[in-house]
């Protein structure tokens, strides 16, 4: 049997749940970066159900909810629980030039990746110009 002598270990995992580590941070991991007229966002999500992850996007502020639930049973007696369970939240504000209405989202080994293009009006475009003529008008 596996135990545990350090009388601080319950006030240890109290900060790293609030505050997290380096190695066990306390929000969502994210990357996000632009390619061309896209932008990509990928989330961490190990363990986690595709049925329990929820995404709402109001006023410009997407909302990635999910929930790992433990792999044990309610009436099993745990020895060690260091990964943590329970429901995760993050938000992204994005900005006004994204096109939130075709966000694409897939979830693959343990990654919620997220495609958000930008918006055709943000996007640049030539401007053509109308009127003067390259031919000279004399006076009579």
């Given at each position: 049997m596996l135990m545990r002598t350090d009388p601080f270990h319950e006030?240890?995992?109290?900060?790293?749940?609030?505050?997290?580590?380096t190695a066990h941070p306390a929000g969502t991991p994210l990357d996000a970066w632009r390619e061309g007229d896209t932008?990509?966002?990928e989330l961490d999500l190990p363990g986690v159900d595709t049925e329990s992850i929820d995404l709402d996007v109001e006023?410009?502020?997407?909302t990635v909810k999910a929930e790992r639930k433990p792999a044990y049973g309610e009436n099993t007696e745990t020895v060690v629980t260091e990964r943590?369970?329970?429901t995760f939240s993050r938000q992204l504000f994005l900005g006004e030039t994204l096109d939130v209405d075709k966000i694409e989202a897939s979830y693959e080994a343990g990654v919620l990746k997220l495609r958000i293009p930008v918006a055709e009006q943000a996007k640049p475009r030539k401007i053509t110009i109308s009127g003067g003529s390259n031919r000279k008008e004399l006076d009579s």
């Open positions: 006030l240890d995992r109290l900060v790293e749940r609030v505050w997290g580590t932008f990509f966002v006023r410009n502020v997407l943590p369970v329970g």
